[in-house]
């Protein structure tokens, strides 16, 4: 038999092998691009709750605390911009209530001005629109804005919206957990007990509002039903700072395909979560089981008394952090021995898999990303700011181009940003 005829049958054998070469991504190639997209797009994360202990001239985000999300984490992980929150929790529907709600808010939109005016002007910048975030990060500095959730804040003085448009809020949800006086919320699903069936009449009076000062409006804690009437009422697009997809994890913080679908009709953005139990929550479930008999084990023979978190934000400063400290430590052993056998639970593949649904759904144009540090939220691979990074090479790897990325990275939230803008000038000039 001649070599031509040994050798012909392998031809298709090496075309494929070649073929293969040649499409495959190189690894070193992809970290190359990671690294080269990371440093030049705007990295912006919607959702970083904050406690105002954590504001002042002794302790601030100015050495690396304790927290998910400090200035050193920012600038070690390529961070950007960080939307600061002005959290309020849920209480009565009194003018008691409502007093408490306001001075909470108060105190924590003060905190993050202290942050930005006295205690580190020469290393992050508030911002209220989407040219001064692009100036100030061309400055090389860090970017603050402030986000409201839950307007419960707010009470009946619908001028306050307003007010706290002039302090730099620039997003509000109507509701956290529990129904508001604008709007049912989310945990109403629990025992199917609702206030409004949506929205109050406060709270369609309150979307005017909002869109007339220029406020973006939040639908990651409201109902279902509520966002559908908000998106329905709203003249400017809407975001939701910080859900993932419900079709991928059914609990009641996503939202499904028809609110998705919603948003992208009206030109909104949802910023996709990473928090864990809302990525997968039977995946989490089973590490968090497994995790917590390890802690408990450990910390029982080291005499350390888990707290909750209610109590841990009751602490004193001091205390607080030599807690904090204690649990950390005890917890990145817990880790490191888990990492050992494989479980790592929830990662960042977990959370970009919501993404891509949500990008294959409603297009790559109505997509962002949030991570909930501080508030519960963290996946491995992105449990503070300093891995950043790790969420732009996980988009290379998944093939998104760098106009994509740049868009899901902070472009999609500073388009809507602008638009909404844009209705409040129509608005306040007619």
């Not at 804690?221 to 419900?246: F, G, W």
Request: hydrophobic share 40%; with cysteine; net charge negative.
């Amino acid at each position: 038999m001649k070599s031509s005829q040994l050798l012909f049958p392998l031809v298709p054998i090496l075309l494929s092998v070649l073929l293969i070469q040649c499409t495959t991504p190189n690894t070193s190639d992809q970290l190359e691009r990671a690294k080269r997209l990371h440093e030049s797009v705007i990295t912006i994360d919607t959702h970083v709750d904050i406690n105002t202990n954590n504001f002042t001239a002794d302790r601030n985000y100015t050495t690396d605390l304790p927290t998910q999300v400090t200035l050193p984490k920012m600038e070690e992980g390529g961070l950007d911009v960080a939307w600061f929150i002005v959290y309020t929790g849920q209480d009565t529907l009194s003018e008691e209530g409502y007093a408490a709600a306001y001075e909470n808010a108060i105190d924590k939109f003060d905190a993050i001005h202290r942050l930005v005016d006295e205690y580190a002007p020469d290393r992050i910048e508030l911002a209220v629109n989407a040219e001064q975030v692009r100036d100030i990060q061309a400055r090389g500095k860090k970017v603050a804005m402030i986000g409201v959730e839950n307007a419960y804040p707010i009470g009946t003085d619908l001028s306050r919206i307003k007010e706290f448009h002039e302090r730099g809020a620039r997003y509000m949800s109507l509701s956290h957990n529990g129904h508001s006086q604008f709007c049912d919320s989310n945990t109403g699903e629990r025992d199917n007990v609702w206030l409004y069936n949506g929205l109050s009449d406060l709270g369609k009076q309150a979307i005017v509002e909002m869109n007339k000062w220029g406020i973006m409006i939040d639908l990651s804690h409201p109902s279902k039903e509520s966002n559908m009437q908000t998106i329905a009422l709203s003249k400017a697009p809407v975001i939701a700072s910080h859900s993932s997809a419900r079709t991928v994890n059914d609990v009641s913080r996503n939202l499904d395909d028809e609110e998705l679908l919603a948003l992208k009709e009206n030109g909104g953005v949802v910023q996709t979560v990473a928090f864990r139990s809302y990525v997968d929550s039977e995946k989490h479930a089973q590490w968090q089981a497994d995790a917590d008999e390890l802690f408990d084990a450990r910390a029982s023979a080291l005499g350390f008394e888990r707290k909750s978190w209610a109590d841990i934000r009751t602490m004193e400063a001091t205390d607080r952090d030599q807690y904090m400290t204690q649990y950390r430590a005890l917890q990145a052993e817990v880790s490191a021995t888990m990492s050992e056998k494989g479980q790592y639970g929830v990662d960042v593949s977990d959370f970009i898999d919501h993404l891509d649904y949500m990008v294959n759904l409603i297009g790559i144009n109505h997509v962002g990303i949030s991570s909930d540090f501080d508030g519960g939220g963290g996946v491995h691979g992105w449990d503070d700011a300093s891995e950043t990074f790790s969420i732009t090479l996980e988009l290379v790897k998944r093939g998104y181009s760098d106009e994509e990325i740049t868009k899901l990275w902070g472009a999609n939230l500073l388009r809507v940003l602008d638009e909404v803008e844009a209705v409040a000038a129509s608005m306040q000039g007619s």
